[in-house]
């Protein structure tokens, strides 16, 4: 009979992730480029991570819930408006915004200038959707609500139809 046993004990080969400046999985969503970070595959899928660039006056998705992961950005550059179920704030460099499971929420860069932010999922499944939403894109469809709509629900993520 054999147990497995839980450690915190260094492993002597653990397996580390780095990602470059110029490297990691880039995901190109009309005026959004995001790149993939982390998409769970180093962290038992516990946690994803990427970078998104927002082009000027860029429209983010329709205000949603997410029913089974926490969502964190961090801006690094510009402004990023979050609307929280009726609520707006205008997000600026250095400001982190945390939404749990089950709030409504979405983002916007309505300003002039690029607006940089880091994304974190946990766990990781989210990333997939917007891999989903590139390929819908790549085959040549339109990003129609009804498609992002679909591609949410295989996430455990509904829109807020309730809201604006």
Known sequence: MTEEVETSEP????AVSVVGPAEGEMIVLGTT??????????TGHRLAIAESVLAPHTQGPPQHRHGRHDEGFYIISGTVRFTVGAEDYDATAGTLVMVPPGTPHTFANMSDQPAVMLSTFTPDLYVQY???LQ????????????????????????PATDLR
Not at 33 to 42: A, N, P, Q, T
């Open 11 to 14: 492993q002597d080969d653990p």
């Open 33 to 42: 480029r995001m790149r993939v970070l982390e998409d769970g595959s180093h």
């Open 130 to 132: 917007f891999r989903d």
């Open 135 to 158: 390929d819908v894109l790549a085959g040549g469809r339109p990003l129609t609500p009804q498609a992002n709509i679909e591609a949410m629900s295989r996430y455990a993520t509904e």
